[in-house]
């Protein structure tokens, strides 16, 4: 069995405790039209171009025998249709302006990856991202089963977007969910994310009655589409009831824009900025006032 994974990221301080390893499973049951790693979002090897690093050579066009890459000006057009995935153009390219998203592994070698670094994990550990990790189910449960029979501490980043057997059986073995909230309205949420929040938030609460102490909830802070006082009060009270009370507001940032171009996918969010410090500030004392534990980042 393999698993189709886009990034093994080293010493990440950013995806749970301490130090930590984290491994990002391509596709996703979402997207997100906010979304920093759109390249997680097909469940398909991918083909990105970096135009800077471009010659015009045209090696690529000459070795693919499907016909199905074009160059112009050190654009590169791929005819989707045409295109087998057999990433022969990423291999020829002589600068790496061409290169491919997604590698094929098995437990063991993405094992071996992650124990080089079993040093540094003392505080730390391995964090599954993605993408969304629940949606390679089979691969996911044989990954946790061998962090845990290795003495890993174990976080899972996850929409919440799957059936509940699913995350029941992973909560077996991980120490700490960072459960996503993103809009508490289902009309919004659909509008924003493609999906109904619906199974989320059923499935927030039934982990919340078998596992509360893994979980810790995080809201992007998107503004104008969910930074409002209505959307954060709805979220508040939904985990109060829940009695959830760890939170990490992540700020949105807009990084990813130049990804979006490479991978040929519309960004529908130009005319969206950071929030200001002091927005953050506020929301963070919101639900500080309301005996939440919270913190920025996490
Ligand atoms: C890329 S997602 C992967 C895990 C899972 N699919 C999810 O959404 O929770 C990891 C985290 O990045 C956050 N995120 C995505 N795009 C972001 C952006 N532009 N700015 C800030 N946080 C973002 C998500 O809200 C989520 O907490
Ligand atoms: S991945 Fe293969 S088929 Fe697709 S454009 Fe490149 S060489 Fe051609
Ligand atoms: S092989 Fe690489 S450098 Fe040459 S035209 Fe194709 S993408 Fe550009
Ligand atoms: S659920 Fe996560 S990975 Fe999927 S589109 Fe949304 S932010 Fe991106």
């Known amino acids: 069995m393999?698993?189709?994974?886009?990034?093994?990221?080293?010493y990440s301080i950013h995806d749970g405790e301490g130090i930590r390893t984290t491994v990002f499973f391509k596709g996703c049951p979402l997207n997100c039209l906010w979304c920093h790693n759109p390249e997680s979002q097909s469940f398909k090897t991918q083909i990105i171009h970096y135009s800077d690093k471009c010659i015009n050579c045209?090696?690529?066009?000459?070795?693919?025998?499907?016909?199905?890459?074009?160059?112009?000006?050190?654009?590169?057009?791929?005819?989707?249709?045409?295109?087998?995935?057999?990433?022969?153009?990423?291999?020829?390219?002589?600068?790496?302006?061409?290169?491919?998203?997604?590698?094929?592994?098995?437990?063991?070698?993405?094992?071996?990856?992650?124990?080089?670094?079993?040093?540094?994990?003392?505080?730390?550990g391995v964090t599954i991202s993605g993408g969304e990790p629940f949606l390679q189910i089979n691969f996911l449960m044989a990954l946790l089963k061998k962090l845990k029979e290795n003495h890993i501490h174990i976080a899972i980043d996850t929409c919440g977007y799957t059936k509940f057997s699913n995350i029941k059986n992973a909560a077996v073995y991980a120490d700490q969910f960072l459960y996503d909230l993103k809009i508490m309205d289902p009309v919004l949420h659909i509008k924003y994310t493609g999906v109904s929040n619906e199974i989320i938030l059923e499935n927030l609460e039934k982990l919340s009655n078998i596992a509360r102490d893994k979980i810790n909830i995080r809201l992007p802070i998107i503004p104008t589409i969910n930074d409002n006082l209505d959307n954060l009060s709805q979220t508040a009270n939904f985990l109060k009831k829940l009695k959830i009370s760890k939170i990490?507001?992540?700020?949105?940032?807009?990084?990813?824009?130049?990804?979006?171009?490479?991978?040929?996918?519309?960004?529908k969010l130009k005319h969206i900025k950071k929030p200001k410090d002091e927005e953050i500030n506020s929301i963070v004392n919101f639900f500080r006032s309301?005996?939440?534990?919270?913190?920025?980042?996490?």
Request: neutral net charge; aromatic residues 10%.
């Open 2 to 10: 393999k698993g189709l994974i886009f990034d093994i990221k080293k």
């Open 58 to 124: 045209k090696t690529c066009e000459i070795v693919c025998k499907k016909h199905a890459i074009k160059v112009i000006d050190k654009k590169v057009y791929i005819d989707n249709f045409s295109c087998d995935l057999c990433i022969d153009c990423t291999k020829s390219c002589p600068t790496g302006a061409l290169s491919s998203i997604g590698t094929l592994y098995s437990v063991d070698e993405i094992l071996d990856e992650i124990l080089k670094d079993k040093i540094f994990y003392t505080n730390g």
């Open 248 to 267: 990490d507001i992540l700020a949105y940032h807009n990084f990813m824009v130049d990804k979006y171009k490479r991978l040929n996918m519309d960004f």
């Open 290 to 298: 309301q005996d939440f534990t919270v913190e920025v980042g996490g």
